[in-house]
């Protein structure tokens, strides 16, 4: 087994295919052929969790019903941080190698970030009330994930402000790589200060301390939640290359063939 | 005329998963914003293409014609 031989192979083919992705057409089509596929997907992932969630996952011996808020909140959680990653890294890759399809990306992915960052807060408050007796509290995790809110909010509204395309794109990546450092500080907001939010059960280096029949729907709604964000963006992406590359001629062609 | 039900009196196993154990104030419409937000997400980009292809259709046929600023580039 010649493994350098491989993994140079590997490496060239990745190498390949960022470069060919590079180019607004082929992303078109591929983006094109991926999205039904992951609509699909999307859809059955999801329906099963929440299925899951809201019919076959037992009520919580403390909480009652009111738990099954976490088959949302939790998952619209962790998007939150996900994807605020996703777009700092974009952001870094359109600074360092000018991929402009990687500004595309960035851009796309705010939006549906600062959505998953409303629900989080909202729903949170939903559960909260009932459990805690407060719609809020300036805890750590709540507060640094409102944060995150302006943050998205922020990246957006820079990306309209700014006339022109280039320099619209520069200003929202390093906005977004700046506020990477609120990620980390969300998650260990609950270890790090004393929180009215619970800490870590399933994301932490140990074994989950949640029972599985409320553990599996929610992993598979956290599932559920991914697909649908590379479905989504992946159609936002599309519109917008077709947008950026307006005056091309494979846009004409492709819009008159319509 | 019968009584009129609100969603708190209904009865039996349906009446039981609509209330929620109490809750359903709050569960409810948590889960109801999620898919609104999910539901606009996915809405928003799909009648954005519409617009747009129908948009580039329009400039395209003038461009051929000679009307815009484009043409006989």
Redesign the interface.
């Known amino acids: 087994m010649n493994y350098p031989y491989m993994l140079r192979s590997v490496y060239e083919a990745v190498w390949r295919f960022l470069y060919r992705m590079a180019s607004p057409r082929h992303f078109y089509r591929l983006a094109s052929r991926l999205i039904p596929w992951l609509a699909a997907a999307t859809a059955l992932t999801l329906g099963y969790g929440l299925y899951g969630g809201l019919f076959v996952a037992p009520p919580d011996y403390q909480q009652g019903e009111s738990y099954r808020i976490i088959f949302v909140h939790v998952p619209s959680a962790w998007m939150s941080l996900f994807i605020y990653v996703f777009m700092a890294t974009c952001a870094a890759i359109h600074l360092i190698w000018q991929m402009k399809l990687a500004d595309v990306m960035a851009m796309q992915a705010a939006p549906l970030g600062a959505s998953f960052t409303f629900l989080a807060l909202v729903t949170g408050s939903l559960w909260g009330k009932p459990m805690w007796g407060t719609w809020w509290a300036w805890d750590a995790r709540l507060t640094s994930e409102l944060i995150l809110l302006f943050l998205y909010l922020g990246v957006i509204a820079l990306r309209s402000a700014i006339e022109d395309q280039r320099t619209a794109g520069r200003a929202c990546a390093v906005l977004a790589i700046v506020g990477v450092v609120n990620v980390p500080i969300i998650h260990y907001s609950v270890e790090w200060w004393a929180s009215l939010h619970q800490g870590p059960t399933i994301t932490k280096f140990d074994k989950p301390s949640m029972h599985s029949s409320m553990l599996v729907p929610l992993l598979i709604c956290a599932i559920g939640f991914q697909l649908y964000f590379f479905t989504t963006l992946l159609m936002r992406a599309r519109n917008e290359v077709l947008e950026r590359e307006r005056n091309s001629a494979w846009v004409s062609e492709l819009a008159s063939r319509r | 005329m019968g009584k009129r039900i609100g969603i708190t009196e209904i009865g039996g196993p349906m009446g039981e998963?609509l209330a929620?154990?109490?809750?359903a104030a709050?569960?409810w419409?948590?889960?109801g914003?999620?898919l609104l937000?999910?539901a606009v997400?996915?809405v928003a980009?799909?009648v954005?293409?519409r617009t747009?292809?129908?948009r580039?259709?329009r400039?395209?046929?003038l461009?051929?014609a000679g009307k815009t600023a484009?043409s006989n580039r």
């Open positions: 998963f929620m154990g109490g809750y709050y569960v419409p948590a889960f914003l999620t937000v999910l997400n996915v980009p799909i954005k293409r747009l292809l129908k580039l259709a400039i395209d046929k461009t051929r484009r």
